[in-house]
């Protein structure tokens, strides 16, 4: 099975900026689509990001939308999660999870693999 380790999280004022990491354990790493999702306490987990397998298409939350990037070093098999001029609503635990699909997906019950989740708090 795939292992997803996110890393990257922290405390950061309003307005600041954090990178988030994901690296997977398996050389298949480069076959799948990578999304990012977010989880606060008592809520839904919502859809951040996704990156196809190539890293040639990417499809973004509106909330997120020109303020986050998701990249992808499929040498490495590292993905990340740029984030800039971060807002209070953006606190929550992120989580990679992979994708064995060529479509990409905004749903979470599309993806097969999920890692423990990094948190980010940000401050007003």
């Known amino acids: 099975q795939v292992q997803l380790v996110e890393s990257g999280g922290g405390l950061v004022q309003a307005g600041g900026s954090l990178r988030l990491s994901c690296a997977a354990s398996?050389?298949?790493?480069?076959?799948?689509?990578m999304g990012w999702f977010r989880q606060a306490p008592g809520k839904e987990r919502e859809f951040v990001g996704t990156i196809g397998w190539d890293g040639s298409n990417t499809w973004y939350a509106n909330s997120v939308k020109g303020r986050f990037s998701i990249s992808r070093d499929n040498a490495k098999n590292v993905v990340y999660l740029q984030m800039k001029s971060l807002k209070p609503e953006d606190t929550a635990i992120y989580y990679c999870?992979?994708?064995?699909?060529?479509?990409?997906?905004?749903?979470?019950?599309?993806?097969?693999?999920w890692g423990q989740g990094t948190q980010v708090t940000v401050s007003s």
């Open positions: 398996e050389r298949t790493f480069s076959t799948y689509n």
């Open positions: 999870a992979a994708d064995r699909d060529l479509l990409l997906h905004r749903e979470s019950a599309e993806y097969d693999y």
